[in-house]
């Protein structure tokens, strides 16, 4: 038996416009895809995870499918970059004449937007919770334990909602355990979680686990510790992409990595969201980041604004914030700040988000 996950991952070559996506290169693993493949194999299935699904040319795939005599399922990972759907198509389409009785799943938080066809069952949202299901389903192909949902979305989908219907699984433990066959190289930016949801609701987002208590789903530091000890031990892996919601949303998160990082034998390179007006409230933890091994990060502005800021629950706005990120850009003038804005807030006319634009280039405070 075989059994692959195709992931969502991206490999962006260093050429204008390949894929539609970027001038620069670019590597990055499916973390969900991994994570389950992971679960998976504590059950005792052998999975692999096939990784730059739209790099492969279609050819190719079908090739990689035809030489194996026996595939029990394949499974689509789904999270924010899009597979390219003619090829998932086409290779379902491939796959299930080679073998009829195979199924075809698909998890992730974007299972409802796209246009697949021949997907026998979709996960929507974490799938920890619904694993032991998830595994009897594949080896026995009943659905008797899963609570099923007809969505019309684009097409008709068969859906779990694996949110909604299962206890959340024990996030303390948030391990990715890679293989040889997974190829990593050291110059890569593996993803890492240190925790799960975001103490905040900022209206604009619909993120599941958002309002969570302050210290829920937080991992254990030996488990975070040693994962990052075998990544750099067995590939020379020292970047990392952190997926937390918001990372410094708990200062318990800033603690433990920066103790981390003095305990390891080797410098971290790291980037993750963060919000800004935290690290302005919380005195001293931007400086712990950086010492920690961040070299940049993404941040939420939104507006600059305050009473579009008050609408959309942002509490840093107007001047406190522009003076805050000219002092951050002052003091560490290396840090690479990435920044989102949004259009079309309440009280914001178009004009003015340009300002905000202008503004932020003109002073340097964002890269």
Avoid at 183 to 207: H, V
Avoid at 217 to 241: A, C, M, P, S, V
Wanted: glycine share 6%.
């Amino acid at each position: 038996m075989f059994r692959i996950i195709f992931g969502d991952s991206y490999y962006w070559k260093n050429q204008s416009g390949i894929h539609g996506q970027t001038n620069r290169p670019a590597i990055g693993r499916s973390n969900g895809s991994h994570r389950v493949a992971t679960l998976m194999r504590k059950r005792d299935v052998e999975v692999e995870v096939v990784d730059f699904f739209n790099s492969w040319e279609d050819n190719e795939l079908i090739s990689f499918i035809t030489k194996f005599p026996k595939i029990n399922f394949i499974g689509f990972g789904l999270g924010l970059s899009k597979l390219d759907h003619q090829k998932v198509n086409l290779l379902i389409s491939k796959v299930k004449e080679l073998h009829p009785e195979i199924k075809v799943i698909a998890g992730g938080p974007n299972v409802l937007e796209n246009q697949y066809v021949g997907i026998d069952l979709f996960f929507n949202g974490f799938t920890e919770g619904a694993m032991d299901d998830i595994v009897d389903y594949l080896k026995t192909g009943k659905l008797d334990t899963l609570p099923i949902e007809t969505i019309n979305f684009h097409t008709t989908k068969t859906v779990v909602n694996c949110t909604h219907h299962y206890d959340i699984y024990n996030l303390t433990d948030l391990t990715i355990e890679y293989l040889d066959s997974d190829f990593i190289q050291p110059d890569e930016s593996l993803t890492i979680e240190f925790s799960r949801g975001c103490i905040f609701k900022c209206k604009f987002c619909n993120f599941p686990l958002v309002g969570k208590k302050k210290n829920d789903y937080i991992r254990e530091k030996e488990d975070i510790k040693q994962e990052l000890i075998r990544n750099y031990n067995k590939w020379g892996i020292t970047k990392y992409f952190i997926t937390d919601d918001t990372f410094n949303d708990n200062e318990i998160k800033v603690d433990m990595l920066y103790e981390l990082s003095t305990e390891l034998d080797f410098k971290l390179n790291l980037i993750s969201y963060l919000r800004v007006d935290l690290l302005r409230a919380h005195v001293g933890s931007l400086d712990k980041l950086v010492k920690s091994g961040f070299r940049g990060f993404l941040c939420g502005i939104e507006t600059f604004n305050d009473i579009s800021g008050k609408s959309i629950n942002k509490g840093l706005t107007g001047d406190r914030l522009k003076n805050y990120l000219i002092d951050m850009k002052s003091q560490y003038p290396s840090l690479h700040v990435s920044a989102s804005f949004i259009v079309g807030l309440p009280h914001e006319p178009f004009e003015v988000f340009n300002n905000n634009i202008d503004w932020a280039l003109s002073n340097n405070v964002i890269d």
